[in-house]
């Protein structure tokens, strides 16, 4: 490896050390594509001049005026008011994504109440901090409501829903998980699983790991259906990361408790999905 070759893209500030950038994918194009939370400031999610709460796309291989890369003529921004890197915003902590052929999927994780996934089209609007899942959001009280919600920003875009959601409890105050993580559509030999969307959750509580792999079914409209992913034996991580390499799908994950240490050296785990 060539140390000295290394050239600095991005580098922006963050006010808070959390909520910040998550994966980054090269997808249709050649162009890089990366997501970045909202650095805990909900309001960052609908505001075009930071690339905040947001999905960035640039090119790698060009140059725009003093920029360390270079800016497609058809992101949705370019001529027009707001940053020209955005290719989707109003999204609060998109930190695993990942594309499956052209459609690029993404967890996003909310905040009190509701967990989300949404497929992400050039120029969306997903809602944040306006909406929650499918759900009306209080960006002042932080708290997610039902009811009549808004239905277009400001600027008057639609304010897209996401493809499926769950909530952090059961209604009986079980706990379900606090953070989506965002997988892959699996291509693999798997029959039960083939073109399946396997994402993860994850802890359930603080002492003890999630253990959970969720299945959901693509749909070209409308909510995805959702079912438990069953390993033999009962699935003994949290699930951190998703991955799949020539069609097999693996989990990355940790049997160390949130409360000790996730990324722990001596409890980190890789499976490999078999049927």
């Given at each position: 490896m060539?140390?000295?070759?290394?050239?600095?893209?991005?580098?922006?500030?963050?006010?808070?050390?959390?909520?910040?950038?998550g994966t980054i994918e090269f997808g249709p194009g050649g162009y890089?594509?990366?997501?970045l939370g909202d650095g805990l400031n909900p309001f960052n999610g609908q505001?075009?001049?930071?690339?905040?709460?947001?999905?960035?796309r640039i090119d790698m291989d060009g140059q725009t005026g003093d920029l360390a890369y270079g800016i497609s003529e058809d992101n949705p921004l370019v001529g027009s008011e707001g940053c020209d890197e955005l290719y989707a915003w109003g999204l609060r902590n998109p930190w695993k994504m990942a594309f499956s052929d052209d459609r690029l999927i993404v967890g996003d994780v909310g905040q009190a109440t509701w967990e989300e996934v949404n497929v992400i089209e050039r120029g969306g609007n997903y809602g944040w901090p306006l909406k929650d899942g499918f759900h009306c959001h209080d960006p002042q009280l932080g708290t997610s409501t039902g009811g009549e919600c808004v239905r277009e920003s400001d600027r008057g875009e639609p304010l897209i829903d996401?493809?499926?959601?769950?909530?952090?409890?059961y209604d009986d105050g079980d706990a379900i998980g606090f953070a989506v993580i965002g997988g892959y559509v699996h291509t693999g030999d798997i029959g039960t699983l083939h073109d399946e969307y396997?994402?993860?959750?994850?802890?359930?509580?603080?002492?003890?790991?999630?253990?959970?792999?969720i299945a959901a079914t693509p749909q070209d409209s409308g909510r995805w259906p959702t079912r438990e992913g069953r390993v033999e034996g009962?699935?003994?991580i949290q699930v951190l990361s998703l991955c799949q390499v020539d069609?097999?799908?693996?989990?990355?994950g940790t049997r160390a408790a949130l409360a000790e240490d996730p990324l722990s050296q001596q409890d980190g785990v890789v499976y490999r999905l078999t049927s």
């Open positions: 060539d140390t000295s070759s290394e050239r600095v893209l991005l580098d922006m500030p963050w006010e808070r050390a959390i909520h910040q950038s890089l594509y990366g997501a505001d075009l001049d930071t690339l905040k709460g947001c999905i960035i996401p493809v499926l959601e769950f909530p952090h409890f396997l994402f993860g959750v994850f802890t359930s509580s603080f002492r003890s790991a999630a253990r959970r792999l009962g699935l003994d069609g097999d799908s693996y989990l990355l």
